[in-house]
């Protein structure tokens, strides 16, 4: 029996990529464990720049059959053929669909045969462009033409003869016969309405939220590693956290998915595949591993499919995760600002129930391409996420595997965000206890105590840190101070929501004035400390640093540690402060040839009027 059964239509050139992604999502879909959709494939004649509207009938046919479809045909309209014959085959189309659809469930559900992946079917309703509408505008043709794509007319308040034109064209749909004398559908086709939950913008399967169930999440405290003193012992994070997560997928078994590209493994959540599987239902061969109809971890190269598969699953009142190399994230941009505007614009609607929020992992960040380099180095998708309304993003950058675990335990259970959360894979210090990270988290951002020296008191320089990379630059540069000008009053603050730094105005987690300055002193000017290699970072905590408080007047002692080269820990930092004179003084390191750097290179650098 279909008990869920939802309609899928492509039109035109919207129909280019969609119709693969399709073929690749019937892989993916279970006759016995999920219900289907009937997918529809309208082709509507000439539009412009559509290359199934163009296709011979065999090719297309050949196409669909190829991605793993049935095509079901229905063609009219053409050679003034009357709309109610192509409705009537249209129907027929439906209710062969739908007795196609049942059959392949029911033959998976009762006799227990091993789930394969069917065909099914597609109608694809190819019809003229334009049906129904003028024939010709001036001699030229309109219906079945590239030319319905546009306006047909564009000035009847002005030309009497357009405006006959569009008269005629409105009058041929018979409204006298549809609307009463006062304008009202006459009863008999208002009846025809679908009623309660069967209409469309009643069905609470259009309304995840009505069916959204709470996840039974694990405690994560349980996952935590044991940090007995900050900086002595390493973790990779992300592996820490796919321990967490395979739990969760347990004790979730219909209501949480893993979406990603082929990077679930390389980003360190392989203790996933420990209860569940790839979700595949195409042909396996005895190498092949990880693969079941029935698997959790929807994992495809295409960011955009999974984007889409991630979306529909939590606008249907589930939950997921997408987990992403950071660089390649930027693929979604259109499809994250279209998902961030509808959570805007539902937040208003009273009926329109909160659901799931949208969670992005990324890793393999920008700060550690041990041997893919360049190539995979965009943090740029920060910046485009920030651009957007407060009340929407949230953006995390956790400094360890402990405030990882947190952060995302926190990210799983909220409602009508977007979460971004940037983790590194690689093995790295851990800094904060498990109870100790829960506060920091719960906070937002905080000054760590253990890393300063400023004992409570007013600080000569303050280094601010976001994400684990420029954590470890940022505490290697306080012991480089502490080392060799221990009389200098450092304060580190560590910042995990992103956000907190905006003023409050601006941004619901944001700080107040008197906690900003609490953290970073008063009457200090703001300027962030950067490296090239930070590009679009940099732009973006540019602008946050510039809503707080910026003047000329002073000279910063405060530095935003955001991006620095693994090899130089620390050592760019000082000489940084150096170079802005917050300190002056002179410290010589050796190291490695490249490495090798002296202050009093940077003071004189100062004086040749560098900048």
């Given at each position: ?240 956290l796919g321990s967490f997560l395979r739990d969760v997928i347990t004790k979730n078994p219909d209501n949480f998915r893993l979406f990603g590209p082929d990077e679930t493994a390389s980003n360190r959540l392989g203790d996933v595949f420990e209860v569940t599987n790839r979700s595949w239902l195409a042909e396996t061969k005895p190498t092949d591993v990880g693969l079941a109809p029935d698997g959790r971890v929807m994992e495809i190269l295409s960011e955009h499919l999974c984007q889409g598969w991630l979306e529909g699953y939590l606008l249907t009142g589930r939950h997921g995760l997408f987990n992403c190399y950071e660089a390649f994230i930027h693929i979604v941009d259109a499809m994250f600002n279209q998902h961030a505007k509808w959570l805007k614009v539902t937040r208003q609607i009273p009926w329109r129930r909160p659901i799931a929020s949208l969670n992005y992992l990324l890793s393999s960040h920008v700060w550690r391409q041990d041997h893919n380099g360049f190539t995979h180095q ?234």
């Open positions: 029996m279909i008990t869920n059964l939802s309609w899928t239509g492509k039109t035109d050139g919207n129909a280019n990529g969609v119709v693969s992604d399709d073929a690749y999502t019937t892989i993916c879909l279970s006759s016995y464990f999920q219900d289907p959709k009937i997918q529809v494939l309208a082709i509507i004649g000439s539009a412009v720049w559509c290359q199934p509207c163009n296709q011979e009938e065999p090719e297309l046919v050949s196409l669909l059959e190829g991605y793993g479809h049935r095509p079901i045909l229905v063609t009219g309209g053409f050679d003034g053929e009357a709309p109610a014959a192509v409705h009537q085959r249209f129907a027929a189309a439906l209710d062969a669909a739908l007795a196609e659809i049942a059959a392949i469930q029911t033959h998976a559900r009762e006799t227990g045969a091993e789930p394969r992946r069917p065909r099914w079917p597609m109608i694809v309703l190819r019809t003229p462009k334009g049906w129904t509408g003028p024939k010709e505008v001036d001699g030229l043709p309109v219906e079945d033409s590239w030319r319905s794509h546009q306006v047909p007319m564009t000035d009847v308040r002005d030309n009497p003869a357009h405006l006959q034109v569009l008269e005629d064209w409105l009058r041929s749909y018979e409204p006298h016969q549809l609307f009463d004398e006062n304008g009202t559908l006459i009863a008999e086709l208002a009846d025809l309405a679908p009623k309660g939950e069967r209409r469309m913008s009643a069905t609470p399967h259009a309304n995840g939220g009505l069916l959204l169930r709470e996840l039974v999440l694990p405690d994560f405290r349980d996952y935590a590693v044991d940090v007995p003193k900050p900086g002595t012992t390493t973790s990779e994070a992300t592996r820490v965009d943090p740029g998708f920060v910046d485009h996420v920030v651009n957007k309304k407060a009340e929407i993003i949230r953006v995390y950058l956790p400094p360890d595997a402990n405030t990882l675990l947190s952060v995302a335990d926190h990210c799983l259970r909220s409602r009508n965000y977007v979460n971004v959360i940037v983790a590194g894979k690689q093995p790295a210090l851990n800094y904060l206890s498990i109870d100790d990270a829960v506060i920091h988290c719960t906070r937002g951002l905080g000054s760590w105590d253990w890393a300063s020296t400023d004992e409570g008191g007013e600080p000569d320089v303050v280094l601010g840190c976001c994400g684990d990379v420029p954590t470890l630059e940022t505490l290697a540069a306080a012991a480089i101070l502490r080392e060799h000008v221990p009389d200098l009053k450092v304060r580190v603050v560590n910042v995990v929501d992103l956000m907190r730094l905006q003023p409050e105005s601006e941004h619901p987690h944001g700080l107040s004035e008197s906690q900003f300055d609490a953290l970073f002193t008063i009457d200090r000017g703001w300027r962030p400390v950067s490296d090239y290699d930070l590009r679009q970072y940099n732009l973006h905590f540019h602008k946050i640093l510039a809503s707080c408080k910026i003047s000329s007047e002073h000279l910063t002692n405060t530095v935003i540690a955001l991006a620095y080269k693994a090899g130089d820990q620390g050592q760019r930092i000082v000489t940084n402060l150096m170079m802005m004179k917050a300190i002056t003084h002179r410290i010589t390191w050796t190291g490695k040839a490249s490495c090798a750097k002296t202050f009093n290179v940077a003071e004189g650098y100062m004086e040749a009027g560098g900048p």
